[in-house]
């Protein structure tokens, strides 16, 4: 584990914390925080919260509040507060309105708040089995940013203020939320889940994605995050510049809070005013797909939300389940979803094909493909599978069939290398 200094003068940094500076420090029984900070020349403020019982092996700070009950009433704040290994103690005793009182009290009153992230308990606790988790109540927090993953327990910055990427420091000011009610305002983002629970993704100015997620891959827990760093972190430049796939600028491979910053893929997200595309726009998400196909990839999550358009060019972003395999995310091939969103960029609407909510997507081209034999997204021999890689032997007839008068059907006949009528 890196020095506890260190993690302190990380923050320090976006804080400006300066000489003789008060910093908040909670539940240190034995007082090694406090001369962490001590240390440094600032000045802790301790509140031991029913723990100065126990003999502190060094000297605590100045007491200022006995409980966290006093605390919480009084309207102080601080740039800075450390929550030390005691705090699980507290949260395991405490009801839960007051946990929550003393949650939205750390949001309003701090600039940024240390915490540790504990193993669940093990069966055999001398083994230290188990995932790290983050308290549920922090996950109300804006922004969490792993620090320090090599410890007993990793360090999370908890913070409405400040994200760290694993290179530097944002503010608050510098960053926007994109959500996923933003699909049809131009963003490029995957589906959003509320707070604390998903990937949580901020764009800063037109030229990073910032993203984290709360997750402990030791314990094979899927990591969205996680598997678009690796795979962006993968290719070649060569092989990027072909698939067009934004750079991967940091990383941070936490064991409870995964996070990244990449570049920012400008673009526009087709919405209903944008029915009837041109058939230059379907040639372009055709070549796009062919380019991955080339290279061996599938996409793994092809959605009209997942595709941006620059200057009528088609992009792909969010490539969390991109992979060598057909592993879509809802068990969608590749070739299907690809034929689904080229009918949405094409306006073409048989049965009412409209996409205005995720579910629609699958649940339509569940009934439209059973038309053609598919009673399921089962591929068991890999026939679709093979028909997408297939796709790059096929792409000199694309601009035959596109000067012809396609139905959805001829249209899934072509993308599959069959005729329909």
């Known amino acids: 584990m890196k020095p506890f200094n260190e993690v302190l003068d990380l923050v320090g940094e976006p804080l400006d914390l300066t000489a003789g500076e008060k910093v908040l420090v909670l539940f240190d029984p034995i007082g090694e925080i406090c001369s962490n900070i001590r240390e440094l020349g600032l000045v802790p403020v301790c509140v031991p919260d029913r723990q100065s019982g126990i003999n502190p092996e060094r000297v605590h700070g100045r007491v200022e ?5 006093e605390l919480v009433k009084r309207d102080c704040s601080f740039k800075l507060a450390v929550a030390a290994p005691g705090m699980q103690r507290f949260f395991e005793v405490t009801n839960p309105s007051s946990r929550n009182g003393f949650t939205s009290w750390l949001r309003r009153c701090t600039g940024i708040t240390l915490a540790s992230a504990p193993r669940l308990h093990p069966w055999l606790i ?9 308290r549920d109540e922090f996950g109300e927090f804006t922004y ?3 620090l320090d993953s090599s410890g007993t327990e990793p360090i999370i910055a908890l913070s409405e203020n400040y994200l760290w990427d694993g290179d530097r420091w944002y503010s608050d000011h510098e960053l926007t939320e994109i959500k996923s009610n933003d699909f049809h305002k131009g963003s490029n983002c995957s589906l959003a889940t509320p707070a604390g629970q998903g990937v949580r993704t901020f764009r800063f100015s037109d030229t990073k994605v910032i993203k984290y997620e709360v997750a402990s891959p030791d314990y094979f827990e899927r990591s969205q995050v996680m598997g678009e760093a690796n795979f962006l972190q993968s290719l070649g430049k060569s092989v990027a510049q072909e698939l067009g796939t934004p750079r991967l600028l940091s990383h941070v491979p936490g064991r409870v809070v995964v996070g990244l910053s990449r570049e920012y893929l400008k673009g526009e997200v087709l919405g209903p005013q944008h029915a009837g595309s041109s058939d230059e726009s379907v040639a372009s998400l055709f070549t796009l797909a062919t380019s991955f ?29 991109t992979a060598r395999q057909d592993l879509d995310t809802q068990g969608i091939p590749n070739l299907v979803a690809l034929y689904g969103t080229a009918l949405y960029v094409k306006g073409i609407t048989p049965r009412g094909f409209v996409l205005d909510e995720p579910h629609v997507f699958s649940n339509q081209l569940l009934a439209l493909t059973s038309e053609f034999g598919l009673s399921d997204f089962n591929d068991e021999f890999g026939v679709l599978a093979q028909a997408w890689l297939e796709l790059p032997l096929r792409i000199g007839q694309l601009e035959a069939f596109l000067f012809t008068d396609y139905s959805h059907k001829s249209l899934w006949g072509f993308l599959s290398g069959n005729s329909y009528a």
Request: proline fraction near 4%; charge should be negative; aromatic fraction near 18%.
């Open 126 to 134: 001398a083994n230290e089995l188990g995932p790290y988790r983050l």
């Open 65 to 69: 509040h006995n409980y966290i009950s």
């Open 144 to 146: 969490l940013s792993e």
């Open 293 to 321: 196909a080339e290279q061996g990839y599938f996409h793994n999550d092809i959605r009209p939300w997942n595709v941006i358009w620059q200057r009528g060019n088609a992009k792909f972003i969010d490539f969390a389940d």
